[in-house]
């Protein structure tokens, strides 16, 4: 039985990497994090929700779209104009003003990007990243699911266990005449093995960039599924949040919350699917009485992940507080 999509679909892989701390929020609070991150409800691991995902995406593509309305007159902004007007955007992202008549289908759909790994404090090497054989097994089968045209991790035959750890390179090794260590936050793991081709594959095929790619072959450790999911959970930064009153310069009433962040380097994926555009015919909006809006051409699977691929800037902001920093990530489209 086949398990991929259909030949007339495209797919890729969409890798981000927080750059500085990221906050992709639920708004929900239920403990003593008034703003906790995002997470996957059977996991407890952090993700980020589809939906705002391909916001950022449209953002990002209408950005560069506007600057084929700068010129033109009226009430309505350059920004506006593209996001409701734009041929191509709208056909890729779905129209930004719907209408009964007019309302279609993007041709683009991206799922909840999902955790692939997590950076944690090493006793060794400042920081490791931390991953796990179901994150990996995961990502195999959304690469197959998918139909990706490209090559899927290797698979994790030699698992680690408990407080046992499988490492590339030797940058986070704590040696000793005992035996071979990691030492991740104040928790001690075992050398039971090697990742090293693991560690290629993310190293060659995902690395954002040179340097990410140098250190992913040295500073890459897998861990049991448990001991991986405790970071994830509790590995975070916490950080407290004030108002001041503007007269006194003390906290405002009720101003004091406590804000979640995933730290900066973590790593996550999302399947990015193209299907060929679903625009009305221009003989269906003649008929309509529709306005003369121009009028985009069918874009097979193939050009609108090209299309994609071609506006996409190198870094997004995703999540909660650009305007302090926070959630900027280096991003690169696997096709």
């Keep these: 039985m086949a398990i991929g999509l259909e030949s007339n679909v495209r797919s890729g892989l969409l890798v981000l990497q927080a750059r500085t701390p990221l906050h992709p929020g639920t708004g929900t609070a239920l403990g003593a994090v008034d703003l906790p991150v995002q997470r996957e409800r059977f996991t407890g691991w952090p993700t980020i929700a589809g939906s705002a995902l ?25 920004r506006r104009r593209a996001n409701e007007q734009d041929p191509e955007l709208t056909a890729v992202f779905g129209p ?42 995961r990502l195999i089968q959304d690469i197959q699911w998918s139909s990706m045209q490209l090559d899927a991790p290797p698979s994790i035959s030699n698992r680690p266990g408990r407080n046992e750890a499988l490492v590339a390179g030797g940058e986070v090794v704590v040696h000793s005449d005992r035996e071979d260590t990691v030492v991740l936050e104040e928790y001690e793991f075992r050398v039971a093995g090697t990742c090293d081709a693991l560690a290629r594959w993310m190293s060659q095929s995902i690395a954002v960039d040179p340097l990410t790619s140098q250190r992913l072959g040295s500073h890459l450790v897998v861990l049991h599924d448990d001991d ?72 097979s699977a193939t050009e609108v992940l090209g299309y994609l691929k071609e506006q996409i800037p190198r870094v997004l902001q995703i999540g909660a507080d650009e305007t302090v920093g926070k959630g900027f990530c280096a991003v690169r489209l696997l096709s």
């Design 54 to 78: 391909k916001g950022v995406l449209r953002d990002a593509c209408r950005e560069r779209a506007k600057e084929k309305y700068l010129a033109q007159t009226g009430s309505e902004s350059p």
């Design 96 to 137: 930004g003003a719907v209408t009964e008549s007019r309302a279609h289908a993007g041709a683009l759909s991206v799922t909840d990007a999902r955790l692939l790994a997590f950076p944690v404090r090493s006793l060794r090497g400042v920081f490791a990243w931390v991953t796990c054989p179901s994150v990996v097994d």
């Design 228 to 299: 991986f999911t405790h970071f994830a959970r509790y590995a975070t930064e916490v950080t407290a949040r004030i108002a001041l009153d503007y007269d006194t310069k003390t906290v405002s009433d009720k101003a004091l919350f406590y804000q979640e962040y995933l730290p900066a380097e973590t790593v996550f994926y999302a399947v990015v699917i193209a299907n060929e555009t679903r625009v009305p015919t221009a003989n269906t909006q003649e008929n309509e009485g529709e306005s003369a809006a121009p009028k985009a051409r069918r874009m």
